[in-house]
């Protein structure tokens, strides 16, 4: 609490009056108001020390501990979710469209229980954690309540493209749901739920919002690259010993395209549910990046 009177220079006698109290009526008024929501200890063992740290925490992360689900920490999990959703609505009360952000796996279930309620309101969640791959999500009892809890935001954030690959793919296996692949998205009935990332003490290499280059584009120029790099990839041995090398513009931008491709849709990773026109399997890519990276050090060399 001292931190929280320093951080807003708020008198800490009026610090204390908050203690142990639910209501907003005591904050000061101004641009900045807080309020507080106080857990029993129950509440806490369960939701936070239980569920969220000893379950969704080493999921996660896929450390070597097997995580932890206990059904009484579920309980407590979705009663202190429901419990800030009340506390949200209340605030947001006659507030038309309000803007609402998430943070964090505490709060898996919060930006359905509040679609729930206020349709109108624009939500936002931000995952602060990895996302795994779907087999290691999967072993979570209450995988899908989790996930349709996160769709009812409008906006995921993820740090990583990565980590929203992996969350893609998760939805896209275990609910009923249509993956927009391109624009990184998930709709369920009318609503979309859009999943980006939001790299964080990290340079991306790519910024684009959505990728100004369709995954289509891509495999059409590395066609083309690679067809034209063709005659130098097993090249056969020339009779009088000249040594013709090719463009080297010509790898770099082969080698630029496919890592693209790579970064930005995971073609090396297969798709367990409708296969998207030009998908590549992944010992194709490995092959052919490979044998793009042999070339430009040929192409370098002396």
């Not at 297969?270 to 490979?290: F, M, N, S, T, W």
């Amino acid at each position: 609490m001292r931190a929280l009177a320093s951080r807003y220079s708020i008198n800490p006698k009026t610090v204390s009056k908050w203690k142990n109290r639910g209501s907003v009526s005591d904050l000061p008024t101004g641009p900045k108001q807080v309020r507080s929501t106080v857990l029993t200890p129950e509440e806490e063992a369960g939701y936070y020390y239980g569920f969220a740290n000893e379950g969704l925490w080493p999921l996660c992360h896929i450390v070597h501990n097997r995580p932890l689900f206990r059904p009484e920490d579920w309980a407590q999990y979705r009663a202190v979710n429901e419990k800030f959703a009340a506390a949200v609505l209340e605030e947001i009360a006659g507030i038309e469209s309000p803007m609402v952000l998430i943070q964090d796996y505490h709060f898996a279930l919060l930006p359905g229980l509040i679609k729930r309620e206020r349709p109108d309101a624009r939500t936002a969640i931000f995952w602060h954690i990895p996302w795994p791959n779907f087999e290691a999500f999967s072993i979570c009892p209450w995988q899908d309540e989790l996930l349709l809890g996160m769709l009812g935001a409008d906006l995921i954030g993820f740090h990583t493209q990565y980590y929203c690959n992996n969350f893609l793919e998760t939805v896209d296996r275990a609910l009923e749901a249509r993956i927009d692949w391109e624009h990184f998205a998930v709709t369920r009935g009318e609503h979309t739920t859009y999943v980006k990332p939001f790299p964080i003490s990290v340079a991306p290499e790519f910024v684009d919002d959505p990728p100004r280059v369709s995954r289509a584009e891509l495999l059409r120029r590395l066609e083309t690259l690679w067809g034209a790099l063709s005659p130098w990839l097993d090249p056969a041995p020339d009779p009088d010993g000249v040594v013709v090398r090719p463009d080297p513009r010509l790898v770099t931008a082969a080698l630029t395209c496919l890592r693209q491709l790579h970064q930005l849709y995971r073609l090396d990773q297969p798709r367990p549910a409708a296969q998207h026109a030009g998908d590549v399997p992944g010992e194709v890519l490995a092959k052919v990046l490979a044998e793009l990276g042999d070339l430009e050090a040929r192409t370098t060399g002396g």
